[in-house]
Nanobody, 116 residues
Framework: QVQLVESGGGLVQAGGSLRLSCAVS????????MAWYRQAPGKQRELVAV???????NYADSVKGRFTISRENAKNTVYLQMDSLKPEDTAVYYC??????????WGKGTLVTVSS
């Protein structure tokens, strides 16, 4: 059974930083593409950042230069370092695993609230 567990969300002031973590079990982590999505109130879920098994990364334009995605295969964990946070970054952040069999698995999400 594949499980993804996010942690690290919370309340932070604008300009501050948070680091999200996502621990993955039940799948061959190193071969998965891993991503972070977010969903703000009243909005659709959007892709924030993705890191592929080979290490290539992509970011949403809105977070480029402020967020950094990384992975630690030895710990089956993916991270999202979020710096220079803005109130518009407020959302529930979800971890996603995309396997080589084109299956997607999701965590339950962690809430990030950025106050102005």
């Amino acid at each position: 059974q594949v499980q993804l567990v996010e942690s690290g969300g919370g309340l932070v002031q604008a300009g501050g930083s948070l680091r999200l973590s996502c621990a993955v079990s039940g799948t061959i982590f190193s071969s998965n593409a891993m991503a972070w999505y977010r969903q703000a109130p009243g909005k659709q879920r959007e892709l924030v950042a993705v890191i592929r098994s080979g290490g290539s990364m992509n970011y949403a334009d809105s977070v480029k230069g402020r967020f950094t995605i990384s992975r630690e295969n030895a710990k089956n964990t993916v991270y999202l370092q979020m710096d220079s946070l803005k109130p518009e970054d407020t959302a529930v952040y979800y971890c996603n695993a995309h396997t080589v069999y084109n299956m997607d698995f999701w965590g339950k999400g962690t809430l990030v609230t950025v106050s102005s």
